[in-house]
């Protein structure tokens, strides 16, 4: 690092600094050096921008910006992974506006997605490419003072201004959240809640001179603006980036990517992993090379043990290390990272006894490898002045080591609150004995330092008087199920009175075994009473950032029934003898 750089990412540079001073900074550090590396065809590199080129054309693109928008005027951004849209992301905050992120333009559901951001956000303006911007606009309904600005005319501007002066407590973004279960939320997150975490992440990442990164994360989504495109800039490093299409279409890219690349720095949800353990011989490259991949990140949904197993069979041979594994939790009210491993550990896998955890209490097993046992996975522990408190969701008291409660944090990174939502702000972001506390509907509990996530309070349900999480019975009939993808959609009255399983398999002849693994699973739980559907690859509703849509899932094999290979009920006395075939 340069001998100023602590001027910007010191210890303490973040109370004061925004990210338009980083852009300057990396200017004069980094000059015409590419960070960003795009790879257009999730190959090969197609475009490149330096901190230099970017402070150029943000400042062309924010001349036009400021004529035309008044100040602090909000901006939907309309961009997909991109150059453009970190352009045009520091356009915006150039011209002294606030940029309004969460919608990818092709993902499933992005005009019904546009429709609801547009009326939330009251936003005064779209900015984003002519093509994409035309289709959008014959797609949707929009109120007719809403300016649609495309950034190639605004680059257009016969002349460039100064970045507009703002403040370290100003609003630096409102980022919608995923949705995956409730209707998205506009967090507002100020220069300082993102310089913070920043900050926290080059710190737990340990980030190094010649650390390079990648990723496919979508930019619309927490883990790959903040997560990824800002700790780029921020380190000065070379990065590299692809469209989440190209890896979801052909998931070898990207490890590819990383081993042409050299990339000590990447990861993603499960998910990602589980795809890649998937992969077929044909597709897999002897000559890949993993030695440099030194932090696999992990994070946005709950980790499975069987997932880390299989991947690290997998690619062992390609010089992959089990130790690279990175847990991390966070979320988009924190602007992202709350919590992490530490580098060169691995995931911490611990085995505790399934009753009690559904009766409020981590006890470790005392058998590990006998039923009434399930492995965990840490998230880690907290960094740079956060904190994490479990407490009583009802009572509102902080609860001890060892017993589950609601996940609250104190932070500077705790964002302002939820856009346009008085009520839900109050709910959420609270203030107790002068400490400003959030509270992020997950569960946990801690463990010898660590964090332990369970699950959303959306996922929490209760079933013949103990309490069970969704994603906890997910990993357990994916691991019973030799590393299936596994949805469970909990019960809701008068719907459905019991949980019902999905569980993706490749075969309808194979289908039929599945049924007595669910049964010896769910016995476990206590839970003997419940429909499954065991269905094709491909049928599972996900966000862009790939948080899996439960109820979505359900509704979508219920109108498509050719996705459903076998189905049962175990409350029906004709289908616990003779399964139905579809």
Request: charged share 20%.
């Amino acid at each position: 690092m340069y001998d100023d750089e602590q001027a910007l990412v010191g210890p303490h540079a973040w109370k004061e600094r925004t990210l338009v001073d980083l852009v300057r900074f990396r200017h004069l550090t980094k000059g015409e050096s590419p960070i960003f590396l795009f790879l257009g065809d999730g190959e090969t590199v197609t475009q490149t921008l330096s901190a230099a080129e970017l402070h150029r054309q943000a400042s062309r693109a924010s001349a036009h910006l400021a004529r035309t928008l008044s100040p602090q005027s909000r901006v939907l951004l309309l961009f997909e992974n991109g150059i453009d849209y970190i352009v045009g992301f520091f356009s915006c905050l150039y011209a002294g506006l606030t940029p309004i992120s969460g919608l990818y333009p092709s993902a499933i559901g992005a005009a019904e997605r546009f429709a609801f951001i547009l009326r939330d956000s009251n936003a005064d303006a779209v900015l984003g490419l002519k093509a994409t911007l035309h289709l959008f606009h014959q797609e949707a309904e929009s109120p007719s003072a809403l300016k649609w600005i495309p950034l190639e005319s605004a680059l257009k501007s016969a002349r460039s201004i100064d970045p507009v002066e703002t403040g370290s407590e100003h609003l630096a973004l409102i980022q919608y959240t995923s949705g995956s279960t409730e209707n998205p939320k506009g967090v507002c997150l100020t220069h300082r809640n993102i310089c913070h975490n920043i900050h926290a992440q080059l710190i737990s990442f340990q980030y190094q001179d010649d650390d390079t990164g990648l990723s496919w994360l979508p930019f619309t989504h927490d883990m790959g603006l903040v997560g990824a495109v800002l700790p780029a800039l921020a380190a000065g490093n070379p990065f590299y980036f692809m469209a989440p299409d190209k890896f979801i279409e052909k998931p070898s890219r990207w490890l590819e990517a990383i081993s042409r690349y050299g990339a000590t720095i990447s990861g993603g949800p499960d998910f990602a992993y589980r795809y890649c353990a998937r992969l077929p011989p044909h597709e897999i490259s002897p000559h890949w090379d993993f030695s440099r991949w030194t932090i696999a990140f992990n994070g946005s949904e709950s980790i499975s043990p069987n997932t880390l197993e299989h991947f690290h069979s997998k690619f062992e041979a390609q010089g992959f290390c089990k130790t690279a594994f990175f847990p991390c939790y966070g979320l988009a009210e924190n602007a992202l990272l709350v919590t992490s491993g530490l580098k060169g550990e691995g995931v911490r896998l611990v085995a505790f006894d399934r009753t009690a955890l559904s009766r409020g209490r981590a006890e470790c097993a005392r058998q590990p490898e006998n039923d009434a046992a399930i492995f965990l996975a840490s998230c880690g522990a907290p960094h740079e002045d956060q904190k994490i408190h479990i407490v009583d969701p009802e009572t509102q008291r902080f609860l001890s080591q060892g017993l589950i409660g609601e996940i609250w944090i104190s932070s500077p990174s705790v964002g302002v609150g939820y856009l346009n939502d008085e009520n839900r702000t109050a709910q959420s972001f609270i203030e107790r004995n002068g400490i400003r506390y959030l509270r992020t509907q997950d569960f946990g509990f801690e463990y010898e330092g660590d964090l332990f996530h369970v699950g959303r309070m959306s996922e929490k349900f209760s079933f013949n008087g103990s309490t069970y999480y969704t994603n906890d019975i997910s990993l357990s009939l994916g691991q019973a199920c030799n590393g299936a993808l596994c949805v469970v959609v909990p019960p809701l009255l008068p719907e459905r009175n019991a949980p019902c399983l999905i569980v993706e398999h490749d075969s309808a002849n194979d289908a039929t075994a599945i049924r007595p693994i669910l049964f010896e699973t769910m016995k476990r739980y206590g839970i003997t009473e419940f429909t499954y559907y065991v269905i094709r690859r491909g049928y599972v509703i996900r966000t862009p950032s790939g948080k899996i849509r439960a109820d979505l899932t359900l509704e979508n094999i219920l109108a498509e029934k050719s996705s459903i290979l076998k189905t049962g009920d175990t409350r029906s006395p004709v289908a616990t003898g003779l399964d139905q075939m579809i």
